[in-house]
């Protein structure tokens, strides 16, 4: 979109991750500038929802740096070069910087829609309550859920839940928003409206990164696609150039089998 | 049959001073036992939580022994042994210008520390019924471990703990009666002394045994309120119809028992 800037949000260098023998990030590197929207697309097992749950720390990695605004996140350097672990207090701060929305929504079930909204600002960011609830209602109204304020995850539709759950993230005013496959768990007719309010988002300016199954919208809304295969990174480029003259053999495999 | 029926209605509605007393020993030590051990259960789920041997290790070491012993052997052994062995002896202490004797504080320790153990493993069950989501979410919005425990996991654990944690408060009543070996005087230990004076044991154990009977029965309907006050988040469209929570699982395992 039009607001970007050279300033790097998202640096992540040769990530290494593997679960166990099962190595399933073999050296992923991407830069994600302030304002870009960039979409993860790859068949399942590639390695995109690992390594945008690297970005935020909810995976370990084995080598390689990840970088928010040019902060280090969640490991310091040994002198031997090997990665230790930062504290978990540090960790906790590093997060907020980075909002996610998830799969499966993961909204908190006793809470309410606004409750769930207020509750990371207040408790982890300290904000008065008064304050807390003005932004959220503002934030319910901006996804189009401002009269679901009182009701509890279990009484709204998938993409509602969907949709307080993106205002949730966004309460945190963080620097990126990571997107873990947020359509898959929908219903086919409620995937459009979150959708809608991506793009929204996307359109403001929000540095963006969208692990999808959604080809249109990655068509649409993304500034750059990234194609990954087994956890290698093939290919990137505008998505015009990726979606009609792939260059990788792979890529135009992947791409005949979902287009 | 030889049965006194004036002795039993008297006792009955016109408890001596002596079983009011027990009475009140048997709610207060249950309550007090029952605090204790959800403090020390809580703890110890967290603990065993940890990654770090020398932090569950302990704890797997607490629970083996809590419940591999029998209570009335640790009431007795905390008591009566220690103090023999000359390891330690409970003293009375003066609390808030009340004199609570040292029987009475092994008795609350003691059925407190036993309670504990199953506490732990009911709370440890409470948690992991938690959706490892619900972590991920959490953690994402930069909550720490105690944050996360604090707001987002222990609250949705709490419905999963409220109906094993009201049986648990169900045995927890009858068990203090096990604490008449040292020589508290709750219920049964009351009831003992009366029948060593008037000789009526059919009648006033019959008393003892409908006391108790209205005790659970109350925590029962207590209970029944907890539940449906702490369940109802999850679900608020639909409450579970009053069949099911009549004959449902959670009030099988009330009448279960332990």
Not at chain 1, 248 to 254: I, L, S
């Amino acid at each position: 979109m039009a607001h970007q800037s050279d300033e790097l949000i998202i640096e992540a260098l040769n990530i290494h991750k593997s679960f166990g023998d099962l190595q399933i990030l073999k050296g992923i590197s991407l830069q994600v500038r302030r304002g870009e929207v960039v979409v993860l697309i790859g068949a399942s097992g590639s390695g995109k929802t690992t390594f945008i749950r690297c970005i935020n720390l909810l995976e370990e990695i084995q080598s390689g740096q990840i970088r928010v605004s040019g902060h280090p996140m969640g490991y310091r350097t040994k002198a031997d070069g090997s990665l230790v672990r930062d504290s978990e207090r540090n960790i906790a701060r590093q997060r907020r910087d980075i909002g996610m929305v998830f799969q499966r929504f993961n909204l908190f079930p006793h809470m309410t829609a606004l409750e769930n909204i207020i509750e990371a600002p207040i408790q982890v960011l300290g904000v008065p309550r008064k304050a807390a609830v003005e932004q959220a209602q503002a934030l319910l109204k901006r996804v189009g859920l401002a009269d679901k304020a009182g009701h509890y995850p279990s009484m709204l539709s998938g993409g509602q839940q969907q949709r307080v759950a993106i205002a949730r993230a966004l309460a945190m005013k963080p620097q990126a928003m990571l997107f873990d496959e947020p359509t898959s768990a929908l219903d086919p007719e409620t995937v459009g409206e979150v959708l809608q309010v991506m793009k929204e988002l996307a359109e403001e300016g929000m540095t963006m990164v969208v692990v999808t199954h959604e080809m249109g919208f990655a068509r649409e809304v993304a500034d750059r696609v990234v194609v990954l295969d087994q956890g290698e990174l093939i290919e990137q480029g505008p998505p015009e150039q990726i979606f009609s003259h792939p260059t990788h053999p792979r890529t135009q495999a992947f791409l005949s089998r979902v287009l | 049959m030889n049965f006194n029926w004036d002795v039993f209605w008297q006792y009955l509605l016109q408890p001596s001073g002596v079983y009011l007393t027990g009475l009140w020993l048997t709610c207060v030590i249950s309550v007090l036992a029952m605090l204790l051990g959800c403090v020390l259960g809580l703890a110890a789920a967290l603990l065993r939580l940890s990654r770090n041997p020398l932090l569950h290790l302990p704890v797997r070491f607490y629970v083996w022994l809590m419940r591999g012993t029998p209570l009335l052997v640790q009431i007795v052994f905390l008591y009566t042994a220690l103090a023999a062995g000359g390891i330690f002896r409970f003293q009375d202490i003066e609390l808030f210008g009340l004199l609570i004797p040292g029987n009475i504080q092994a008795a609350i320790i003691a059925l407190g520390l036993n309670e504990g153990a199953y506490m732990a493993e009911i709370i440890r069950a409470g948690i992991g019924a938690v959706d490892k989501g619900q972590y991920e979410a959490g953690r994402s919005l930069g909550m720490t471990f105690a944050k996360l425990m604090r707001r987002i996991v222990l609250p949705q654990a709490f419905r999963v703990i409220v109906p094993p944690l009201g049986n648990e408060f169900n045995v927890m009543l009858k068990n203090t009666t096990l604490v008449s070996v040292i020589g508290v005087q709750e219920l049964l230990l009351s009831t003992q002394m009366v029948t060593s004076a008037t000789f009526r044991v059919f009648e006033l154990y019959l008393v003892v045994a409908i006391y108790f009977l209205l005790l659970t029965t109350l925590w029962g309907f207590f209970q029944r309120w907890l539940e449906k006050r702490f369940g109802q988040s999850d679900r608020p469209s639909s409450p579970p119809p009053a069949t099911s929570r009549m004959f449902g699982r959670s009030t099988l395992k009330l009448l279960r028992g332990r």
